[in-house]
């Protein structure tokens, strides 16, 4: 079959103890599927600096100096991992057939690269790196993550179960990509929406060679949240739910306290008093803060401010 002409996009944040070792190991497994035949001469290795505060971009600019393979990217600031591979990608949409985006912690099995250009080769437009195994994850990180993509779904939230951000892309996908114009990116669900034929290739998540996480828990929730408002109104319809289960309670309490004075039990008190209003005042409030969210969604999306900012490219 014809060979693919590859860009693999890595987008970069504070990641310099791990930089070279990626590097070296890319650089290995593209010259091992080179000499297979399956990518071009000419496909290249994107690492694309999202505002670092180390010396990540610093590297990044060596290597590219050092290897025509290479191509460094650099944002004006930190706009976030989204959009980090979002510039990568659109960056270069008129110079490669497709594109591949991954982690720079190599966590994701690059060797699953292989079975993706195999699948794109067949006729795949898209393909999914799917989890199969987080035997490498703790406890805690596989209950958190797996609960990740459940409440998505059940959200309404059209995620892949267990897939990241490694996935290959054709270059009519980044091209209707390019159509979804939204500020609050979150690519896990775009991608699918766009539809095409697709495909999963399944690999085991490996442990972490050096660095740290990127996504604590505090961010996974963030992240989850950005996900759910920027794709579905479902909270807002959970709000309506309880909004009708407050007003049955409203008119319990109401047959309570008709009841109460009939039978000459009305007694004097702040208890009944102030846990109705606590409960209907929080649940407001609650209710408000919700909307509010929505609203600030649609203030950002009104904004229509660029997704990303490139300062400069290395080795283009």
Not at 21 to 48: D, E, N, R
Not at 71 to 97: M, T
Request: proline letters at 3%; charged letters at 20%; a neutral charge.
């Amino acid at each position: 079959m014809k060979p693919a002409h590859l860009l693999l996009v890595i987008p970069c944040y504070n990641e310099e103890a791990i930089l070279h070792y990626t590097y070296s190991t890319l650089k290995a497994y593209y010259a091992t599927i080179k000499g297979q035949g399956l990518i071009t001469p000419g496909s290249k290795i994107c690492f694309v600096n999202d505002g670092s505060r180390d010396r990540t971009w610093d590297i990044i600019e060596e290597l590219s100096q050092q290897d025509s393979d290479i191509i460094g990217v650099k944002l004006s600031r930190n706009f976030g991992h989204q959009s980090a591979i979002l510039a990568g990608l659109e960056h270069h949409i008129d110079h490669f057939d497709c594109f591949v985006t991954i982690d720079a912690d190599l966590q994701d099995d690059i060797n699953a690269i292989t079975s993706m250009i195999q699948r794109y080769q067949e006729g795949a437009m898209v393909v999914y790196g799917v989890r199969d195994d987080r035997s490498t994850d703790s406890w805690f990180k596989r209950s958190t993550a797996e609960g990740f993509y459940k409440v998505m779904q059940k959200m309404g939230v059209p995620v892949v179960f267990n897939h990241a951000d490694f996935r290959l892309m054709d270059r009519r996908i980044l091209q209707e990509l390019g159509h979804f114009r939204e500020v609050n990116l979150f690519l896990r669900g775009i991608i699918p929406v766009i539809g095409f034929r697709s495909q999963k290739v399944f690999y085991k998540r490996l442990e972490r060679t050096a660095g740290e996480t990127k996504y604590p828990l505090s961010k996974m929730l963030l992240f989850a949240w950005n996900g759910i408002t920027s794709f579905t109104n479902y909270p807002m319809r959970l709000v309506l739910y309880f909004g009708a289960f407050n007003f049955l309670l409203a008119m319990g309490i109401v047959l309570y306290i008709v009841l109460a004075y009939f039978l000459g039990q009305t007694i004097p008190g702040w208890t009944s008093t102030l846990l109705p209003v606590t409960f209907f005042s929080g649940s407001n409030m609650m209710a408000l803060s919700l909307i509010g969210e929505y609203i600030g969604k649609i203030y950002e999306e009104v904004k229509a401010r660029p997704r990303y900012i490139i300062e400069k490219v290395v080795n283009e």
